[in-house]
């Protein structure tokens, strides 16, 4: 499946974005997804995570409360809305599907496909 992240851009600190994932294939139904973010010199790490029907969702501590994952399986795309956006936010994000999902959705070795990111830059 190929995944396509789209939605970012420049926001003032306190605003919103809404990112998306396309997927390419109906194969992202069957899919547990992922959003993962990349700082200028550090790590990737992990934003939030949204299970194959959507019932379970998963949050990474530095943004629980402000951001929310979705994903609609008619239109094979997955989104993260973010609100009350902070200059740590300040990344690339990147959306990945897992294929045999059950392990932890927080590790970015359990996924197997990634988009190329979208770059969301929150100013002060």
């Known amino acids: 499946v190929q995944l396509q992240a789209s939605g970012g851009g420049l926001v003032q600190v306190g605003g919103s974005l809404r990112l998306s994932c396309a997927a390419s294939d109906l194969s992202f139904r069957t899919y547990a997804m992922g959003w993962f973010r990349q700082a200028p010199g550090k790590e990737r790490e992990f934003v939030a995570a949204?299970?194959?029907?959507?019932?379970?969702?998963f949050y990474s501590d530095s943004v629980k409360g402000r951001f929310a994952i979705s994903r609609d399986n008619a239109k094979l795309t997955v989104y993260l809305q973010m609100n009350r956006l902070k200059p740590d936010d300040t990344a690339v994000y990147y959306c990945a599907a897992d294929r045999y999902p059950g392990g932890s959705y927080s590790s970015s070795s359990g996924y197997d496909y990634w988009g190329r990111g979208t770059q969301v830059t929150v100013s002060s």
């Open positions: 949204i299970t194959r029907s959507g019932v379970r969702t």
